[in-house]
T-cell receptor, first 119, second 107 residues
Framework: GAVVSQHPSRVICKSGTSVKIECRSL??????MFWYRQFPKQSLMLMAT?????????EQGVEKDKFLINHASLTLSTLTVTSAHPEDSSFYIC???????????????FGPGTRLTVL | RKEVEQDPGPFNVPEGATVAFNCTYS??????FFWYRQDCRKEPKLLMS???SGNEDGRFTAQLNRASQYISLLIRDSKLSDSATYLC????????FGAGTRLFVKA
């Protein structure tokens, strides 16, 4: 099946610093990638939809200036948490969807996640 | 009303038991339906897609009722390794995840 990697897997940073998380589709081209956040014992919450070559679409309540998303190629999307604070500590997961028209287009392939801890 | 609602759980069952999870969705225009499994502190992994005709994969059976906007997952002969959180996922314009139902299978 399709493989999505995420880097780093774990990061601890000081309050006020910025953290960049990378999401890569390793064996397929992903025109659409998604960024989710999951707090302990809660559901995955979609933060934004990232489309290659265009601006990301953010969900209501997600600050686009705080969570910068760049999807510069068909295999890479990045999420930068700017000026991180302790309340941003969470599990960030990306997913990618294959190109339209393919049989598994609606299936999402998830990265392993990045656990962010802001001190 | 939540867009995707699942049984709250947790379900605690003995090995060998049959367990059923239910899920309802609010958007009648939804087009795709899935069950994902998520282990503690890990990413979700696709368990199976759900089709109107119903589909079975070994001990797992998924069913979709579009008229009632209802999805189910049946696990037969539960194993200890089935312990996880099961997420109902509904796709359309957006993909919406249910809050998940936690399953504990005990020896």
């Amino acid at each position: 099946g399709a493989v999505v990697s995420q880097h780093p897997s774990r990061v601890i940073c000081k309050s006020g610093t910025s953290v960049k998380i990378e999401c890569r589709s390793l064996d397929f081209q992903a025109t659409t990638m998604f960024w989710y956040r999951q707090f302990p014992k809660q559901s995955l919450m979609l933060m934004a939809t990232s489309n290659e070559g265009s601006k990301a679409t953010y969900e209501q309540g997600v600050e686009k200036d705080k969570f910068l998303i760049n999807h510069a190629s068909l295999t890479l999307s990045t999420l930068t948490v700017t000026s991180a604070h302790p309340e941003d500590s969470s599990f960030y997961i990306c997913s990618a969807r294959d190109r339209p028209g393919l049989k598994n287009y609606n299936e999402q392939f998830f990265g392993p996640g990045t656990r962010l801890t802001v001190l | 009303r939540k867009e995707v609602e699942q049984d709250p759980g947790p379900f605690n069952v003995p090995e060998g038991a049959t367990v059923a999870f239910n899920c309802t969705y609010s958007n009648s225009a939804s087009q795709s339906f899935f069950w994902y499994r998520q282990d503690c502190r890990k990413e979700p992994k696709l368990l199976m897609s759900v089709y109107s005709s119903g589909n079975e994969d070994g001990r797992f059976t998924a069913q979709l009722n579009r008229a009632s906007q209802y999805i189910s997952l049946l696990i037969r002969d539960s194993k200890l390794s089935d312990s996880a959180t099961y997420l109902c996922v509904v796709g359309g314009f957006k993909t919406i995840f249910g809050a998940g139902t936690r399953l504990f299978v005990k020896a």
